[in-house]
T-cell receptor, first 113, second 114 residues
């Protein structure tokens, strides 16, 4: 049972390049999330999904797109990377409304130059 | 919407010292409250939680009590260890939200020296 995994762990992009971050969970969770973590700002929700085939915007969605074609995977895309997207990205998942606990992946450190 | 405010760090302590990290919340109703911990190079993991007023969450020697009258959920530990060095996040979720959305504080870094 691997929990939540993220690929890649590190990446350096040039401005304007595109990339996709992959999140996978093996806990059969319904809900999945993408956050970004920046110094002094805590975690901010980018996009989330309440089930396979659904996605919705969080508080900082601009410049990102997501897809959830399979229940276990949640992809975060950057179509045209900008230096402001330099951050650490975390994926998380949870089963439902009762426990409140979200399970986090180890993070992807992205640098855009 | 709901929000949490936690003390800025870093908090620097010697081993076996007493720890308090303050967290206050602003919310409609009585939301669940959480403390998450992030060890270096890792993702966040749930440390403890409380779902109603006067509840005390506890884990690994850490405790926090949900205090409605002061809208607080301060994290405490009686004797910290070097291995407790990490970033601690207070979080809340709303009542009657349609999905599991958490709102995090900015995090407090704890540094424990031998």
């Amino acid at each position: 049972n691997a929990g939540v995994t993220q690929t890649p762990k590190f990446r350096v992009l040039k401005t304007g390049q595109s990339m996709t971050l992959l999140c996978a969970q093996d806990m059969n969770h319904e809900y999945m999330y993408w956050y970004r973590q920046d110094p002094g700002m805590g975690l901010r929700l980018i996009h989330y999904s309440v089930g396979e085939g659904t996605t919705a915007k969080g508080e900082v969605p601009d410049g990102y797109n997501v897809s959830r074609l399979k229940k276990q995977n949640f992809l975060l895309g950057l179509e045209s990377a900008a230096p402001s997207q330099t951050s650490v990205y975390f994926c998380a998942s949870t089963q439902g409304l009762s426990s409140g606990e979200q399970y986090f992946g180890p993070g992807t450190r992205l640098t855009v130059t | 919407g709901n929000s949490v405010t936690q003390m800025e760090g870093p908090v620097t302590l010697s081993e076996e010292a007493f720890l308090t990290i303050n967290c206050t919340y602003t919310a409609t109703g009585y939301p669940s409250l959480f403390w998450y911990v992030q060890y270096p190079g890792e993702g966040l993991q749930l440390l403890l939680k409380a779902t109603k007023a006067d509840d005390k969450g506890s884990n690994k020697g850490f405790e926090a009590t949900y205090r409605k009258e002061t809208t607080s959920f301060h994290l405490e530990k009686g004797s910290v260890q070097v291995s407790d060095s990490a970033v601690y996040f207070c979080a809340t979720r709303g009542v009657n939200t349609g999905f599991q959305k958490l709102v995090f504080g900015t995090g407090t870094r704890l540094l424990v020296s031998p």
